[in-house]
T-cell receptor
Framework: AQSVTQLGSHVSVSEGALVLLRCNYSSSVPPYLFWYVQYPNQGLQLLLKYTSAATLVKGINGFEAEFKKSETSFHLTKPSAHMSDAAEYFCAVSSRGNNRLAFGKGNQVVVIP | DAGVTQSPTHLIKTRGQQVTLRCSPKSGHDTVSWYQQALGQGPQFIFQYYEEEERQRGNFPDRFSGHQFPNYSSELNVNALLLGDSALYLC??????????????FGPGTRLTVL
């Protein structure tokens, strides 16, 4: 079974500082990995996805993530936090031939002015 | 493009009642998945419909059932509601092209409260 682990439910970051959200996956087959963002009272919006092409994936709003097979990780980063980045972020995994997503518990990001 | 739409936005039911939630997929999408998101948790996969058939199912009881119509829209039905069914129910649509790598587009969700 596939799963992802996101540590630290709440993450506080100063405006202009680096945003780093950690995601580790468990999968018996090569995974597809996703980061989604959820703003209050809204559905999920895709930030970026890894599908076995380039290991460094660039997404929307200045976010990027790097797939590291040796560390079974897919951490999300943004060089400089903006107030509009305050939201909940979810890492998710699926696999070839099976596009059901397994989500982590999420990280609530708070941006401090 | 209207994106994925869901109705109703909010719903309040009492224990033991039945509920139907509706979803219209993004234009061009033929696959609909349903997820349950309890407060403070990540979404949990309920089931997925493709070509009007349930293609995959998560670890949810038979009280949860669904349907997909010829126009690809979908319904989620929950019978004998329990307090624990209170959650945000998310519908996601995708195009069945690259099996697993398909991007799923989510609707805004239906907030179900069971009293």
């Amino acid at each position: 079974a596939q799963s992802v682990t996101q540590l630290g439910s709440h993450v506080s970051v100063s405006e202009g500082a680096l945003v780093l959200l950690r995601c580790n996956y468990s999968s018996s087959v090569p995974p597809y990995l996703f980061w989604y963002v959820q703003y209050p009272n809204q559905g999920l919006q895709l930030l970026l996805k890894y599908t076995s092409a380039a290991t460094l994936v660039k997404g929307i709003n200045g976010f990027e993530a790097e797939f590291k097979k040796s560390e079974t990780s897919f951490h999300l980063t943004k060089p400089s936090a903006h107030m509009s980045d305050a939201a909940e972020y979810f890492c998710a995994v699926s696999s070839r031939g099976n596009n059901r997503l397994a989500f982590g518990k999420g990280n609530q990001v708070v941006v401090i002015p | 493009d209207a994106g994925v739409t869901q109705s109703p936005t909010h719903l309040i039911k009492t224990r033991g009642q039945q509920v139907t939630l509706r979803c219209s997929p993004k234009s061009g999408h033929d696959t609909v998945s349903w997820y349950q998101q309890a407060l403070g948790q990540g979404p949990q996969f309920i089931f997925q419909y493709y070509e009007e058939e349930e293609r995959q199912r998560g670890n949810f009881p038979d009280r949860f059932s669904g349907h997909q119509f010829p126009n690809y829209s979908s319904e989620l039905n929950v019978n004998a509601l329990l307090l624990g069914d209170s959650a945000l129910y998310l519908c996601a649509s995708s195009a069945s092209t690259s099996g697993g790598a398909d991007t799923q587009y989510f609707g805004p969700g239906t907030r179900l409260t069971v009293l």
